[in-house]
């Protein structure tokens, strides 16, 4: 990626994220049995929780990828299938996997170009703006899963959406790579945008979140800005093991 | 509509962007010049049993039967289209620019609908090329007249288009790869001709894929060869045209299958 560029010049309006009571099971086995979001324009909001509480289907409950059993996932106020153009609003990064690995990150970025119905000259911008553009012609199943996260971020930023969400992006990403991650998230949302975030990575997302959704269990524990989250408590990480560890004895 | 033409416009560029094109139309020049070619070239009469020479019509239409064997490639050239798109999880990024799953599943349609038809165009072509081939280099004229032998062709090229829908939707309907060839080899090659053969069931042959694609091509050479060992009267066999059109039942049969069940599907 190449620091300093693709900060939004304009300014963004950005989506309102929401999700009210979302319950699903897969199977007999329950994922989510009570989870309310909120991301909000101008802000950073991170999504934590331990393995297994539910962050990723939410997120795809959010998209439209999995159907919840109840409750409700909104992007302003509309499911993500019912918006008309839904990669100009809301740019995904979920699966690292998300490119066919026989072809190129210019051919998979020419295709999504066109399935979103973007113009294909922002195909070269987005390339060099995530620093693939010296790759752009190399077959993508050979590349690092480090490159495979830019392709990602790439592949979201395509539709200039004036929404983020991203499910782990550091993964794999040099600290060159994360810095200007952070930098752009920032701009990003300063900009008017929303992002809403999903990481285990607690230092990094302190640096660059407002807002902190943090689940467990399937279901809610905390929701509001990262100042309260943290008033009594040294650090993000520190404030999050004392909630986790409280919610843990609850259970137990 | 919008929608579907940006779908439409995506799948023709990741069909561009693969090798998957130019393996397709060497597939068919493959089943079509070069099956008919090496039979032609060799001589049917020197098969094992012997077959008729290409100077008589039943050897012609022998050598242009063999067509008919091959039609499973377009249809697992279909059925990877689709299940790959599950192997290498490129589904979910797909279903995110494209959320009606519906649009997606139509737009494979009619690029691969494209793609079979130039398959289908390749394989016809090459066929003719092979056995006047063989007619040239042994020295003999063709037992059939050319328009006789384009108008049998042409009908197996738009049997192996139809038969890539066929493999597009069983794939949507399957999603799993190697669930959805087994589904395709199975039926095409087990289940259509046991049902061929039983008494009793064999009446519903002509409305099955099997029986449909023998309408439509006009083979019926196997099911007179049962019916004379059998003495068993053989299936009443359809005329082309319906032949067609109970295949491209089948396609869409399937299709509407996978659009309520398959790719309702969660995404994990």
């Given at each position: 990626m190449t620091a300093g560029t693709s900060a939004p010049s304009e300014t963004l309006d950005g989506p309102v994220l929401r999700a009210e009571g979302l319950a699903k099971s897969f199977g007999p086995v329950p994922a989510l049995s009570g989870v309310d979001l909120l991301a909000l324009p101008g802000r950073v909001t991170g999504f934590v929780g331990p393995n297994g509480a539910g962050k990723s289907t939410t997120l795809r409950i959010l998209t439209g990828l999995v159907r919840a059993d109840r409750g409700t996932a909104t992007i302003d106020e509309v499911p993500y299938a019912a918006l008309s153009r839904p990669s100009q609003v809301l740019g995904v990064v979920g699966d690292?996997?998300?490119?066919?690995?026989?072809?190129?990150p210019r051919g998979h970025l020419q295709t999504q170009a066109a399935l979103i119905g973007?113009?294909?000259?922002w195909v070269g911008q987005v390339l060099h703006e995530t620093g693939l553009h010296d790759v752009a012609?190399?077959?993508?199943?050979?590349?690092s899963t480090g490159m495979k996260q830019r392709l990602a971020l790439a592949t979201a930023l395509l539709g200039r959406p004036s929404g983020l969400i991203l499910d782990e992006?550091?993964?794999?990403?040099?600290p060159s790579g994360i810095v200007w991650l952070r930098r752009f998230l920032r701009t990003f949302a300063d900009a008017g945008g929303t992002v809403l975030v999903s990481s285990h990575v607690l230092t990094e997302l302190q640096q660059v979140i407002d807002d902190l959704v943090l689940i467990a269990g399937g279901r809610s524990l905390w929701s509001g800005s990262l100042a309260d989250f943290t008033a009594e408590h040294a650090s993000l990480e520190e404030a999050y093991l004392s909630m986790i560890e409280k919610e843990m004895a609850c259970a137990g | 509509m919008r929608r579907l033409n940006d779908a439409v416009r995506g799948e023709t560029v990741r069909l561009t962007r693969t090798r998957l094109p130019l393996w397709t139309l060497l597939t068919a020049a493959g089943c079509g010049g070069v099956l008919t070619g090496i039979v032609g070239l060799t001589g049917p009469e020197n098969a094992t049993p012997p077959m008729p020479g290409l100077d008589t019509v039943e050897g012609v239409s022998a050598v242009l039967s063999l067509l008919g064997v091959t039609l499973f490639a377009p249809a697992l050239i279909g059925t990877v289209a689709i299940t790959g798109e599950y192997r290498h999880r490129t589904v979910a990024t797909t279903f995110l620019a494209v959320p009606k799953r519906g649009v997606v599943l139509t737009a494979k349609l009619l690029v691969y609908g494209a793609l079979g038809l130039a398959y289908g165009l390749v394989l016809a072509l090459s066929a003719v090329i092979g056995i006047y081939a063989g007619t040239v280099v042994n020295g003999i004229e063709a037992g059939l007249g050319l328009t006789a032998i384009l108008g049998t062709s042409v009908r197996y090229g738009i049997a192996a288009a139809i038969y890539m829908l066929l493999g597009v939707s069983i794939g949507a309907v399957a999603r799993h790869q190697l669930l959805a060839i087994g589904i395709t080899l199975g039926y095409f090659y087990l289940v259509d001709n046991l049902v061929m053969i039983l008494p009793g069931i064999n009446i519903a042959y002509p409305y099955l894929p099997g029986g449909a694609t023998a309408s439509l091509t006009g083979s019926t050479a196997l099911l007179e060869m049962i019916a004379a060992e059998t003495g068993l009267a053989g299936p009443v066999i359809q005329t082309p045209l319906l032949g067609a059109l109970v295949l491209l039942l089948y396609v869409l049969a399937a299709s509407a299958l996978a659009a309520v069940v398959s790719l309702r599907r969660d995404v994990v």
């Amino acid at each position: 990626m190449t620091a300093g560029t693709s900060a939004p010049s304009e300014t963004l309006d950005g989506p309102v994220l929401r999700a009210e009571g979302l319950a699903k099971s897969f199977g007999p086995v329950p994922a989510l049995s009570g989870v309310d979001l909120l991301a909000l324009p101008g802000r950073v909001t991170g999504f934590v929780g331990p393995n297994g509480a539910g962050k990723s289907t939410t997120l795809r409950i959010l998209t439209g990828l999995v159907r919840a059993d109840r409750g409700t996932a909104t992007i302003d106020e509309v499911p993500y299938a019912a918006l008309s153009r839904p990669s100009q609003v809301l740019g995904v990064v979920g699966d690292l996997a998300g490119a066919h690995p026989g072809m190129t990150p210019r051919g998979h970025l020419q295709t999504q170009a066109a399935l979103i119905g973007v113009p294909r000259e922002w195909v070269g911008q987005v390339l060099h703006e995530t620093g693939l553009h010296d790759v752009a012609g190399r077959r993508i199943r050979g590349f690092s899963t480090g490159m495979k996260q830019r392709l990602a971020l790439a592949t979201a930023l395509l539709g200039r959406p004036s929404g983020l969400i991203l499910d782990e992006p550091t993964e794999g990403l040099d600290p060159s790579g994360i810095v200007w991650l952070r930098r752009f998230l920032r701009t990003f949302a300063d900009a008017g945008g929303t992002v809403l975030v999903s990481s285990h990575v607690l230092t990094e997302l302190q640096q660059v979140i407002d807002d902190l959704v943090l689940i467990a269990g399937g279901r809610s524990l905390w929701s509001g800005s990262l100042a309260d989250f943290t008033a009594e408590h040294a650090s993000l990480e520190e404030a999050y093991l004392s909630m986790i560890e409280k919610e843990m004895a609850c259970a137990g | 509509m919008r929608r579907l033409n940006d779908a439409v416009r995506g799948e023709t560029v990741r069909l561009t962007r693969t090798r998957l094109p130019l393996w397709t139309l060497l597939t068919a020049a493959g089943c079509g010049g070069v099956l008919t070619g090496i039979v032609g070239l060799t001589g049917p009469e020197n098969a094992t049993p012997p077959m008729p020479g290409l100077d008589t019509v039943e050897g012609v239409s022998a050598v242009l039967s063999l067509l008919g064997v091959t039609l499973f490639a377009p249809a697992l050239i279909g059925t990877v289209a689709i299940t790959g798109e599950y192997r290498h999880r490129t589904v979910a990024t797909t279903f995110l620019a494209v959320p009606k799953r519906g649009v997606v599943l139509t737009a494979k349609l009619l690029v691969y609908g494209a793609l079979g038809l130039a398959y289908g165009l390749v394989l016809a072509l090459s066929a003719v090329i092979g056995i006047y081939a063989g007619t040239v280099v042994n020295g003999i004229e063709a037992g059939l007249g050319l328009t006789a032998i384009l108008g049998t062709s042409v009908r197996y090229g738009i049997a192996a288009a139809i038969y890539m829908l066929l493999g597009v939707s069983i794939g949507a309907v399957a999603r799993h790869q190697l669930l959805a060839i087994g589904i395709t080899l199975g039926y095409f090659y087990l289940v259509d001709n046991l049902v061929m053969i039983l008494p009793g069931i064999n009446i519903a042959y002509p409305y099955l894929p099997g029986g449909a694609t023998a309408s439509l091509t006009g083979s019926t050479a196997l099911l007179e060869m049962i019916a004379a060992e059998t003495g068993l009267a053989g299936p009443v066999i359809q005329t082309p045209l319906l032949g067609a059109l109970v295949l491209l039942l089948y396609v869409l049969a399937a299709s509407a299958l996978a659009a309520v069940v398959s790719l309702r599907r969660d995404v994990v």
